[in-house]
């Protein structure tokens, strides 16, 4: 049997008709015809696929930090971005509690992955509940990219406070988060702000200020 031809079926109905037919693979019929190879993820390296994955992810952070072209995070959505910026929050804020002897940090860690992904969640079903032209997963793909600003400020709090603290390095953390807490909500609302009504967009922007709102507060309070 010839692999490229397809599967030749010979069998025999209940009538005793013959039912003949070939099964052949659409995708490889038509590579075959077109003369090209067919591509398939499963027999390139591991490492091409992570390295692959890597940069589509770090493509995905530039344009969050530099939002102009706004169809970059929408044409192929992934939540791993959006995993690994959630987990270091929590790491981080857990890291800050961890000098108080009354618990070990779960509780923080737990508040920000809550906060993150059930806030992701909600804002994004009030986007299509106001009849925005976005799937969800592309709105919370969005949503937690964009937690890279804010991230960015909760890193920077906390080598400020590796040293002694006054009133003015208070001022530059707080300055900082704000400008972290800014950064996030205009980011998405370039990114999302296109996939709403004309006259609905006001409604959709308030919980998403909302919510880095909450995220930057959990930066400022937790440093």
């Known amino acids: ?33 077109q003369g090209t190879p067919e591509f398939n993820t499963l027999d390139e390296p591991i490492r091409d696929t992570v390295l692959r994955d890597l940069k589509a992810v770090g493509t995905k952070f530039f344009h969050v ?53 059930i806030g992701s969640m909600v804002v994004t079903l009030n ?11 592309q709105s919370v793909c969005v949503l937690g990219y964009c937690l890279l600003p804010t991230t960015l400020a909760l890193i920077i709090c906390r080598i400020i406070l590796l040293v002694e603290q006054n009133t003015f390095l208070f001022a530059l953390r707080f300055a900082i988060t704000v400008i972290g807490f800014a950064w996030a909500t205009f980011a998405s609302v370039v990114f999302l ?24 507060w959990l930066v400022i309070s937790h440093t």
């Open 65 to 117: 930090l530099y939002p102009k072209e706004k169809k970059s995070l929408l044409k192929e959505w992934d939540l791993w971005g959006p995993l690994v910026l959630c987990t270091l929050m929590a790491m981080i804020i857990q890291g800050s509690s961890g000098s108080d002897n009354t618990n070990d940090g779960g509780p923080e860690f737990a508040e920000v992955f809550v906060i993150v992904w």
């Open 127 to 137: 986007s299509k509940l106001l009849g925005g032209n976005i799937s969800f997963f």
């Open 1 to 33: 049997m010839d692999p490229g031809r397809g599967v030749k079926l010979d069998m025999f109905d209940d009538f005793g008709g013959s039912v003949e037919g070939e099964m052949t693979v659409p995708n490889q019929q038509r590579s075959q015809q």
């Open 193 to 216: 702000g296109d996939s709403q009504p004309a006259g609905r967009k006001a409604l959709a922007v308030y919980p998403i200020f909302l919510f880095y709102f909450v995220i930057s």
